[in-house]
């Protein structure tokens, strides 16, 4: 957990007590204080979300190499393996990915962490190849847990620059500051 984490629920919970303390003067007749209170948690809120997108417009592209952790709190991911196999016009890869829990004590899973997809230099997305017999990314760990699962791609012969990145979006829009990819490519992992 980040401070930036830490900022997020300190606020929202300020956010929770600030609307109940609204409600509470707006039943006892003091419509105009409420009417107030809730103007200024607007423009409190508007600024915090300005202030994540600016931070993120301002960051850069993270790129991690194979066997680097890509984390979540204490939800990980790593690209353990990949094998690049040639087959005529396409190029297959086989990923293996290990998912792991740095949690001392309880079972967790991202359920932000959708898939993994690769990209190429002109950022083009292509997703795995289906398998229903791999571990989804979300899948229940227990503390201190790790599984091992598998992703295959098919990218033409002629790509390069090739990376991994983890689809993980919890949200519609940003709530974290540092953790929004929304005016950069993201954090990727490069496998070519």
């Excluded at 983890?166 to 540092?178: A, E, T, V």
């Amino acid at each position: 957990m980040t401070v930036f984490d830490l900022l997020f629920i300190v606020l929202f919970l300020a956010m929770i007590a600030t609307l109940i303390v609204a409600v509470v003067l707006a039943s006892r007749g003091r419509r105009a204080r409420a009417l107030a209170l809730l103007r200024r948690l607007a423009i409190c809120a508007l600024t915090y979300i300005g202030i994540v997108y600016a931070a993120t417009a301002f960051s850069k592209q993270v790129v991690l190499r194979v066997g680097d952790p890509q984390c979540f709190d204490d939800w990980c991911l790593v690209v353990e393996h990949t094998e690049r196999t040639p087959q005529d016009a396409r190029t297959r890869y086989d990923i293996a990915l290990k998912i792991f829990s740095r949690a001392r004590r309880v079972a967790q899973r991202e359920n932000g962490a959708k898939d993994v997809y690769l990209v190429d230099a002109n950022w083009t997305r292509y997703d795995p190849v289906p398998n229903n017999s791999e571990l989804p990314l979300n899948t229940l760990l227990q503390a201190r847990e790790s599984v091992t699962t598998h992703r295959s791609f098919q990218l033409p012969a002629d790509d390069h620059d090739v990376g991994l990145v983890l689809d993980h979006s919890s949200f519609p829009f940003c709530m974290i500051i540092g953790e929004c990819g929304a005016f950069h490519k993201g954090t990727i992992v490069r496998i070519d």
